[in-house]
């Protein structure tokens, strides 16, 4: 079985059919909590449980952290792209860890941003050391791969876009909700991973729910290509691209190439208008649930629940 922990901002827990029990550890951030594994099997066992509702749950995943994230990792979010899912490269881009925040915390949209959207995403939290040149296999992936979280992606696409640049525009502060629980995997539950369904509703309508299988690029083929440039440490957190759903939808593509004839301050301006009248995009006040589970329930990372501000 999975080893569900949540994190408060002073104390470790494992999550149990009976409630929650904090874990007895002196870890301080997700790597210490990672490496003191005994301690997090000790509470399977004994103490005294408390309703995990009771808890003022923060991120397990802590920072500062590298957060490393797949681009167009999902055939049906591809193809809304207008883009043939045989040829999407396996590519990556960075978010800064300032932008995790907790699961229920608010998403705090800055005020210059006009077009604010969501990708529900697998998040990966890295278990061991993987050096530039670490050769990952099918035998020590699950040695790579300690936990799944649930995450946001959430992207400003008027920064986005026009830029053609990710970092801006996915790292403002609580761009990054994670969790509710850091969930460590036991041996074999990795073979499960492409069972996952990701969801997420906005104000109770489902706006994205597919299977992992959909995913272009598994952990095996990420990490594998990861290994050739980036160090990565424990705790890191990878990020594994989004299915079909989110607010921003490719425009036809006889549509882009007309556009593709304007100047780009033209065609910039004609696609904002035009997404401006887009109702999905989240609006302030909207309540955003993203979870994460196989539909048979065994592995469950569990339901965020967060609420969009806009800042004045």
Not at 29 to 54: C, I, K, N, Q, Y
């Amino acid at each position: 079985m999975t080893l569900p922990v949540l994190r408060t901002a002073d104390a470790w827990w494992l999550q149990r059919a009976d409630g929650a029990v904090r874990i007895d550890t002196r870890a301080t951030t997700t790597a210490e909590l990672l490496a003191d594994r005994a301690s997090v099997e000790a509470a399977r066992e004994g103490g005294d449980p408390v309703p995990v509702a009771d808890l003022a749950l923060v991120s397990p995943v802590t920072a500062p952290c590298r957060v490393v994230a797949q681009m167009a990792n999902y055939a049906s979010h591809a193809q809304d792209a207008n883009m043939d899912p045989a040829r999407v490269p396996l590519a990556f881009f960075r978010k800064a860890s300032g932008s995790i925040s907790g699961p229920h915390d608010d998403i705090v949209r800055p005020a210059h941003v006009t077009l604010l959207d969501y990708e529900v995403e697998i998040g990966i939290v890295v278990g061991r050391a993987v050096p530039v040149g670490t050769e990952v296999t099918r035998e020590t992936l699950a040695d790579v791969v300690a936990a799944l979280v649930v995450t946001n992606d959430v992207s400003a696409r008027d920064q986005q876009l026009p830029k053609t640049q990710f970092y801006e525009s996915k790292s403002y502060r609580t761009f990054t909700p994670v969790g509710p629980a850091l969930v460590i995997l036991e041996e074999g539950e990795l073979d499960r991973f492409a069972d996952l369904r990701l969801r997420l509703w906005v104000d109770g309508e489902l706006r994205q729910d597919e299977l992992a299988a959909d995913m272009i690029y598994r952990p095996l083929e990420a990490f594998t290509a990861l290994a050739r440039f980036q160090d990565l440490a424990p705790g890191d957190l990878l990020l594994t691209g989004t299915p079909v759903g989110t607010a921003l939808s490719a425009p036809p593509p006889i549509v882009e190439k007309i556009g593709a004839l304007l100047p780009a301050h033209r065609k910039w301006e004609i696609f904002f208008r035009k997404q401006a009248k887009n109702p999905r995009y989240l609006q302030d006040g909207n309540v955003v649930e993203v979870g994460i589970a196989t539909d048979d329930g065994a592995i469950d990372l569990g339901v965020q629940r967060t609420t969009v501000r806009w800042s004045r």
